[in-house]
């Protein structure tokens, strides 16, 4: 998959542009507040997910305007295709010519990964993000793991809510084992995806963090489980913990309260790993997964990556310039030097929403 031409109209702080972009490193550079992001932003929607900023649909919209569009040109599939996208009150889509009410219709279609500095949660912040990243790039490649997991979190919310009326009514503890029987059944499936994942990852993250070590650290990753890995081991572990659950009122184990261990030289990246390690392992781990949705659907994710290369030395900044093979790239930098090593590709100045001549 190859983005060719972008055309955004009254997205963000761009009244109007038109990208030509190039088949593999595209560096998008400029100062802060000038529109670097927005670009990347236009370019994730693409893939039918709400936008990385966690922002409302109405402020993707220039100020004092009604609406905005933004047109893709795209190869994939061995033909040329053409995606645009309507913000008004909502999204709606028309891929090809076929109209769609909501981008819903064209998730799937276009495949990317996106690196923000919000990733490095994955690395130096608690457990949640860390099951975050595993389940966005499941619930992708997986139609069937959002169900099991919607089924998870509404029988651990009939169990949690049992566990804290109990004190109240103690007849109601005859009711939590049809329940822990549900979390049993759909906990132990997510564990196998979230085990199966991460020895997917496994396949490509150490060569990729060697690339951007020069192969001076090692990393590796294991997923650390607090239940049974199989429904009877996982209901056994719910029983054994139910008078701690009933203590705490909550449910104490499960993959809702597992973690993904991340090591660089044996140590603990969160714990023990510099600001240039955790953003380098956190970009491994987001190009890992992309390497990951390659192999299993096929097609080529686009890779965006948001100010990667603060805080990283010359080396690592030269890997992510050259060395990222058989992807599109689109990168944003403020410092333009950090692109003097720069040997193929394409470099767009952004100033006040307009592509500086």
């Known amino acids: 998959m190859v983005f060719k031409n972008l055309t955004l109209q009254n997205f963000r702080n761009f009244q109007y542009e038109n990208f030509e972009f190039d088949k593999g490193m595209n560096v998008i550079y400029g100062q802060n507040a000038q529109g670097k992001t927005n670009i990347l932003e236009a370019l994730w929607l693409f893939t039918g997910a709400k936008s990385f900023r966690s922002s409302k649909d109405s402020e993707l919209i220039k100020f004092q305007e009604t609406s905005a569009k933004i047109d893709l040109k795209f190869f994939a599939e061995n033909r040329e295709q053409e995606c645009t996208i309507n913000i ?17 219709g064209i998730v799937g279609k276009i495949n990317a990964i996106v690196f923000s500095p919000n990733d490095l949660n994955i690395i130096k912040d608690g457990p949640v993000f860390r099951r975050k990243f595993m389940d966005t ?59 199966r994942f991460v020895e997917e990852l496994n396949k490509y993250l150490p060569k990729i963090f060697s690339g951007i070590s020069e192969g001076k ?34 449910t104490t184990i499960g993959p809702h309260r597992d973690d993904l261990n991340i090591e660089i030289n044996n140590i603990s990246a969160r714990v023990f790993g510099s600001q240039g390690q955790k953003r380098s392992a956190a970009l491994a781990l987001k190009l890992s997964e992309s390497a990951v949705i390659s192999e299993i659907t096929g097609n080529t994710p686009i890779a965006l990556l948001d100010d990667v290369m603060s805080e990283l030395d010359i080396s690592r900044q030269n890997y992510i310039l050259n060395h990222i093979d058989g992807w599109q790239v689109f990168l944003t930098c403020c410092d333009i030097a950090n692109t003097k090593n720069l040997t193929n590709g394409k470099i767009f100045e952004i100033e006040n929403g307009k592509i500086k001549l």
């Open 137 to 195: 790039c499941l619930c992708q490649l997986y139609p069937a793991y959002l169900g099991v997991s919607k089924r998870y979190v509404k029988a651990l919310d009939q169990r949690n809510s049992i566990l804290k009326n109990l004190k109240f009514n103690p007849n109601m503890e005859e009711f939590i084992e049809d329940f822990e029987k549900e979390l049993a059944v759909c906990g132990a499936s997510i564990i196998k995806y979230r085990k």
């Open 217 to 250: 650290e090692k990393i590796f990753i294991f997923y650390d489980t607090s239940a049974g890995e199989n429904e009877e081991e996982f209901l056994d572990s719910l029983k054994k913990s139910r008078f701690v659950d009933m203590q705490q009122q909550s």
């Open 88 to 104: 008004n009150k909502s999204r709606s889509a028309i891929l090809n010519g076929v109209e769609h009410n909501s981008t819903l």
